[in-house]
C-alpha cells in the first residue's frame, strides 16, 4: 500500500502538498503544474494573483496561521 498524500500546513504560509497531484477548478478543468514538478505549494491566504497556487503574497499581507496538530491519542 502506497503512503497517502501528504498536505504540510506552513506557518503563516500556504499549504503545501507533496506527491503527484492533480489540481482541479469548480468545473473540473485542471490547473496548469510545471512538469517534474511533485511539490504545490497552494495558497490559504486568499491573496495570491495565481490562486490557488501560492505566489509568496502571504509574506506581505500580514497572513497569520499557526495550527499544531493535537497529538495522537
Ligand atoms: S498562502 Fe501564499 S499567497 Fe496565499
Known amino acids: 500500500m502506497s503512503e497517502p498524500l ?4 506552513r506557518e503563516n504560509g500556504p499549504y503545501v502538498v507533496k506527491g ?15 512538469p517534474g514538478k511533485d511539490t504545490v505549494a497552494l495558497c490559504r491566504c486568499g491573496q495570491s494573483k495565481k490562486r490557488p497556487i501560492c505566489d509568496g503574497t502571504h509574506r506581505d499581507c500580514g497572513f497569520q496561521a499557526n495550527e499544531i496538530a493535537a497529538p495522537s491519542p
Do not use: M, S
Open 20 to 34: 503527484p497531484v492533480r489540481i482541479v477548478d469548480h468545473l473540473g478543468n485542471a490547473f496548469t503544474i510545471p
Open 6 to 9: 501528504e498536505i504540510r500546513c
